[in-house]
């Protein structure tokens, strides 16, 4: 996990500006108007996620009168961009309101001016960037009123006696500032008049005290973003005397040098890139030896009445105590720190009706941070179901509605540092009826009703499946890789077609065909040729044995992003060995060792006789072998396989090479007829042919024959006269049944009238050409076959 500081953009009237940069560098002030900026912001770096954010809102500290920008920015164009606040003391994130903002033109960038007014509350800005249904956001920046509140100091007056020649250290109880108030001491003269003493860190320290030293002390409080300067009300009388041999004692109680926390115990927070400074106080006659210890350490180079640590950090954490002639006062010194995850977050995929673990690693922070987990902008409610740690979601039953952006995080008073996870939902199976409200009408011109098998009633019952609804993963910065699911249920589907068009600008782009027939057996299909940097959507169409089509549900918007995104490792590809005349078996390893986790893998098969594209297959994360089933009998296979997320791909494998098993009855002949398959084999036409050829030669022999016959039987001709259609149609009528796949189905969408495709049923007898020509399931269909 990579942690970021920066700092916003903030526009004050009195010219005071600080520009987005990684330091202070830049930075520019006009007087006399100062700036106060908090960092306290975590930013991650979502390596799986590019929908996160480039800019976040910084946290400010700005003067009544003076007016704040936030602005913010998405790596990935959002369908809008928007922003909500609350004040800061709800502790539950929730009861946001929302607050227009200024957005570009590139739904990349927006920014929100406020104005600082008297009644302007502390409170908590955030931006929230939304593709479709999905949304996340961004890191919240607090935006704090610069003043002195003086509501927890009372007029308090305490009188202290010191002995002659010690040193003396005393405190002010410090107010409530925004930011941290610098305090100033002063003393009364004679005259009634303040004299104004020299305090750099705060505390008064009078070395060698003497009578002339008694009298009035204060302190006074100045804010120096709001130019406020206010005297506190407490005042401290102090008498310095001659005492004698007097008990060694603390001049000051605890609540004046250091905080008392819930268990009543002494502590002393440091603020990160400070130093720690203690000061003793011990006074006693003689003056105490004063020495200090950190622990069971008693060596520490402290000097006699303060311990200086200088740039503070976790590593010195711990119990410093200071003991004076059998006296002893301990502080818990704690080093304050923003908030950050150790570990980072894996997308999940996860099935419909499954359980989901999404883990988040481990918060860190001083004091500990409150962790808050977000789903679409929203809170995520435990119960029923749903149970949050500070570590890790659980969901028992995985619905369709939880499928996107799982946000985690980790917020103290220094601010806050977010994780994100991808949570993808693979649909259960939806069936036929659960699509009528969703699934677009398809336009088919009225033709004459099939005729079914009264043997079969079962026949004319089925229904048209449709596919599922398409996942859709990013390939390149031009392809992407559409994928689907059939449960083989309802009426034979004979192929599929992937349909897409680009929906960036909710424009009436018409649907996008492409031309390839996928087989049934084929679920995944790869599209080329798409712009980047554009939203497209995707879905499925299926055509039926009765020459019938229907279309899946279209998939959400896809952002085809450019470039820039970590692949996950390559798979390495084992073994190839081959089950039988039509099938091989796959095996592989992969890990991610520390990279990105892959959501699953894309197969690749093609015959080596092949010039062709690759069949793709894709397979689950979790899976590590598989069969790969409807190949040719005796044919050698190019096979290779990649893993991949929804952004990006790995490289590809070695290619293996394996050859299906030989058909036990090649060599035999059979009077069965061959078992129906989806597409012509060779072999098949080499058959027809053969038979066509003999048919002809009989076709020649019988017409010599009749000839013949006729020149002895030249009577007969002229009795019997020949039909219009008799002897070169050989009895063959050609028949046309239209179906209509429409170039836009979706007709609720807008879009043309359909295109009639043709399918010839084969009723010739002897005739070669008409038979390789008509060939109901053959590609030599050709462009009738094809969506417009």
Not at 70 to 87: D, H, M
Not at 190 to 218: C, F, H, M, W
Not at 236 to 259: C, N, P, S, W
Request: glycine share 8%; aromatic share 8%.
């Amino acid at each position: 996990m990579r942690v970021v500081f920066n700092l916003g953009h903030i526009e004050f009237n009195k010219e005071v500006k600080v520009t987005g940069s990684n330091n202070l560098k830049g930075t520019t002030m006009g007087l006399p108007s100062l700036m106060y900026v908090i960092i306290g912001i975590a930013v991650p770096v979502i390596a799986e996620i590019e929908m996160d954010f480039t800019k976040y809102p910084e946290s400010v500290t700005a003067p009544v009168g003076d007016k704040v920008t936030f602005e913010c920015a998405v790596r990935v164009p959002g369908e809008k961009l928007t922003w909500r606040w609350r004040p800061d003391d709800d502790l539950e994130w929730k009861d946001w309101n929302n607050v227009d903002g200024i957005n570009d033109k590139d739904s990349v960038s927006t920014r929100l001016v406020v104005q600082v007014t008297e009644n302007t509350p502390t409170a908590l800005y955030q931006c929230m960037a939304w593709y479709g249904s999905i949304s996340v956001v961004s890191i919240p920046a607090r935006l704090t009123i610069a003043k002195v509140d003086l509501s927890k100091n009372t007029q308090e007056r305490r009188v202290l006696t010191a002995p002659l020649y010690n040193t003396i250290v005393l405190h002010c109880k410090e107010p409530r500032s925004e930011p941290p108030a610098r305090l100033s001491w002063w003393k009364e003269t004679s005259k009634g008049l303040r004299k104004q003493l020299e305090t750099p860190y705060g505390v008064l320290v009078i070395n060698n005290a003497t009578v002339e030293d008694s009298g009035t002390y204060g302190c006074v409080a100045t804010n120096d973003i709001s130019d406020q300067t206010i005297d506190l009300p407490e005042r401290t009388y102090l008498k310095v005397q001659h005492e004698g041999h007097a008990g060694i004692r603390f001049m000051e109680t605890e609540d004046y040098v250091g905080t008392i926390d819930k268990d009543g115990v002494l502590t002393m927070p440091v603020l990160p890139d400070n130093s720690l400074r203690l000061w003793c106080g011990a006074v006693g006659t003689p003056q105490p030896r004063v020495t200090w210890s950190k622990g069971t350490d008693t060596n520490l180079p402290g000097k006699t009445n303060s311990l200086v640590v200088e740039n503070f950090t976790g590593e010195h954490e711990g119990v410093y105590s200071c003991s004076a002639n059998g006296i002893r006062r301990s502080w818990k010194v704690i080093a304050l720190q923003p908030p950050h995850w150790e570990g980072s977050a894996g997308s999940v995929n996860a099935s419909e009706g499954s359980s989901a673990h999404i883990s988040c690693g481990v918060p860190h922070g001083q004091p500990a941070p409150v962790v808050h987990w977000i789903f679409n902008a929203e809170l995520i409610k435990t119960g029923k179901g749903i149970k949050a740690t500070d570590s890790d979601l659980y969901i028992d039953h995985v619905e369709k509605r939880h499928a996107g952006i799982v946000q985690c995080f980790a917020c103290n008073a220094l601010g806050c540092a977010y994780d994100a996870a991808m949570l993808t939902v693979v649909p259960v199976q939806i069936s036929d009826q659960d699509y009528s409200a969703e699934t677009p009408k398809i336009h088919i011109p009225s033709q004459s009703p099939k005729r079914h098998n009264k043997k079969n009633p079962r026949k004319h019952k089925a229904v048209l499946i449709p596919p599922s609804r398409p996942n859709v993963t990013r390939l390149s910065d031009e392809s992407v890789m559409v994928s689907w699911s059939h449960d083989n249920h309802g009426l034979q589907i004979q192929f599929f077609k992937v349909q897409y068009r680009e929906v960036t600008n909710s424009s009436n782009i018409q649907w996008h065909t492409e031309n390839y027939e996928i087989p049934t057996h084929i679920h995944s299909f790869q599209i080329d040729g798409l712009m980047p940097d554009k939203y497209y959507k995707f879905r499925i169409a299926a055509v039926y044995s009765n020459q019938d089509n229907k279309l899946g549900r279209s998939s959400g918007k896809f952002f085809l992003q450019r470039g820039g995104f970590q692949s996950p490792r390559a798979p390495v590809l084992d073994k190839a060995t081959s089950l039988s005349p039509h099938s091989i078996q796959l095996n592989w390893t992969w890990s991610a060792h520390g990279g990105v986790e892959a959501e699953g893998f894309y197969v690749y098969y093609r015959a080596v006789s092949s010039a062709g594209a690759y069949e793709k297959v894709t397979v689950g994360g979790h899976e590590r072998s598989m069969v790969m089933a409807h190949l040719a009998a005796d044919t050698a296979y190019e096979l290779k396989i990649q893993a991949y997320t929804a952004q990006a791909p790995s490289d590809f494998s070695a290619i293996l090479m394996a050859k299906t098993q030989r058909a036990l009855n090649a060599a035999s002949t059979s009077t069965e007829a061959p078992p129906k398959e989806e597409e012509s084999a060779p072999g098949t036409l080499v058959t027809a042919g053969g038979a066509a050829g003999a048919a002809a030669l009989l076709l020649i022999l019988a017409v010599t024959f009749l000839l013949c016959r006729r020149a002895k039987r030249p009577h007969a001709d002229k009795e019997k006269g020949a039909g219009p259609e008799g002897g070169a149609n050989n009895g063959y009528l050609p028949a046309k049944v239209p179906i209509t796949i429409t170039a836009n189905p979706m007709h609720g969408e807008g879009g043309d009238s359909g295109v009639e495709m043709s399918f010839l049923h084969n009723n010739n007898c002897g005739n070669t050409a008409s038979t390789d020509d008509t060939l109901p399931h053959s590609r030599k269909n050709g462009p009738a076959r094809q969506y417009v």
